[in-house]
């Protein structure tokens, strides 16, 4: 039953961010959002929409749901943007990507995967860290991997992998293109800087 729902609120949200704004002021964005909750059961076949969508995408991580969270409380204007902080995020769950990923896809010989189920040293690793960002007051990430952790204790998903509370490919794709727009961005502005710091010679 928590599958079904999270397959709901994840449709919601991931069509709601994809959906332009339309100018709507936000109580009609508020209504927007509870309306594509509610189109999420539409029946197709026997079968719902969100249900369609989880059979793509599969259920996402806990730190997924959060972030999207995040993204729809900014858009409707209830959480002011944080920058910095959301680029620590893109940096921290594009490492777990290429950490996990790749291994699991036998391009390594060690599986970190398996460490998921006897997660104990990742409970710790993660418990510091997350005291570390708390410190660096990076409010999101630690929110985010707080929550991970307490739903893997508690144990809201079929999954008994600690993995899988942390990070699912649709994040790990979105951090490291975030990642890779913010470096060309970057490289595109140091390289226009550079020119027009470049005095003309004279003919």
Do not use: E
């Not at 594509?36 to 059961?41: N, Q, T, Y």
Request: hydrophobic share 55%; with cysteine; glycine share 6%.
């Amino acid at each position: 039953m928590i599958s079904l729902w999270q397959a709901h609120l994840s449709f919601a949200m991931i069509a709601f961010l994809l959906l332009p704004a339309f100018g709507l002021n936000r109580a009609w964005r508020i209504a927007l959002l509870f309306a594509l909750l509610g189109a999420s059961f539409i029946p197709v076949d026997g079968l719902s929409l969100a249900t369609y969508l989880r059979s793509h995408i599969d259920d996402l991580a806990i730190t997924s749901m959060v972030l999207m969270a995040w993204f729809c409380l900014r858009r409707l204007g209830f959480l002011p943007a944080a920058r910095q902080g959301k680029t620590c995020v893109l940096i921290l769950f594009a490492i777990m990507a290429l950490v996990l990923y790749p291994a699991t896809m036998g391009l390594s010989d060690l599986d970190p995967y398996r460490f998921g189920y006897s997660p104990r040293p990742m409970l710790i690793f993660f418990a510091l860290l997350t005291l570390g960002l708390f410190y660096l007051r990076n409010g999101l990430a630690v929110v985010m991997l707080a929550t991970a952790t307490l739903a893997f204790i508690v144990g809201i998903k079929p999954s008994q992998n600690y993995w899988d509370y942390l990070i699912d490919p649709l994040l790990g794709l979105y951090c490291c293109a975030s990642l890779l727009m913010l470096a060309t961005r970057w490289a595109y502005g140091l390289l226009s800087k550079k020119r027009t710091s470049v005095p003309n010679r004279p003919a």
